[in-house]
């Protein structure tokens, strides 16, 4: 499953002010984040569980599209929030971004989860990403774009030297995915009280 992060703006800010930080001062960006991404967590388990749609993977969209303050330490703490409520049920966790995004959003924060990234050019790029990681985590798949569609190269632990790999005709000698345009997954916006199931393309998690 994916669940989209964001800091406490908007319209559903409010849910940010109490929570298992604390009731939070209004200044108090630390605290609000906390307990906003705490919150989503739980909104977005509790709405999968309800669609009789349980996930023991969680992905965390950490991407520049979506609303976020330009304090990267507030930032964090949304994200540790959610990482903390998921772990608490006994989810597995992922961080889906990349480290361009990353760093912006979430500066130095490494919560050293597995990784899937973002922005391979093609299939023969695609493994020498794997030796880039970011947030402390080690890459575990990479998204490319491959005839049209979204693909994903399983990273190996050889794929994680810091060493380019030659080009091959062939494409990468690991494994990988290649998904329908049609394909459908659940993705819980960071909006805890408005949930949507919108088509996500190439976006898919290993089993």
């Not at 994916?2 to 960006?29: F, I, R, W």
């Not at 480290?99 to 391979?120: N, R």
């Not at 050019?121 to 880039?132: D, F, K, V, Y």
């Not at 960071?190 to 949930?195: H, I, K, L, M």
């Amino acid at each position: 499953m994916y669940l989209n992060l964001k800091s406490p703006v908007g319209s559903n800010a409010e849910e940010a002010n109490t929570g298992p930080a604390g009731v939070c001062q209004p200044t108090d960006e630390l605290c609000k984040g906390y307990n906003f991404g705490y919150k989503t967590a739980a909104h977005a388990l509790a709405y999968a569980k309800a669609q009789s749609a349980p996930a023991a993977s969680w992905w965390l969209d950490v991407e520049t599209t979506n609303s976020w303050l330009t304090d990267t330490n507030a930032n964090a703490r949304v994200i540790q929030g959610a990482i903390d409520h998921l772990r608490s049920q006994g989810a597995t966790i992922g961080i889906y971004s990349n480290p361009a995004q990353w760093q912006t959003i979430a500066g130095s924060f490494a919560p050293g989860l597995p990784v899937w990234t973002t922005t391979a050019a093609g299939a023969i790029e695609a493994p020498t990403l794997c030796s880039r990681p970011f947030g402390g985590g080690q890459v575990v798949l990479v998204q490319y774009l491959q005839g049209g569609f979204d693909a994903n190269y399983a990273c190996r632990a050889e794929d994680r030297v810091a060493t380019p790999l030659p080009s091959s005709p062939f494409g990468p000698t690991g494994s990988s995915a290649r998904s329908s345009p049609l394909s459908r997954s659940t993705t819980y916006p960071a909006n805890p009280r408005r949930f949507r199931s919108t088509t996500r393309r190439g976006r898919m998690a290993p089993s």
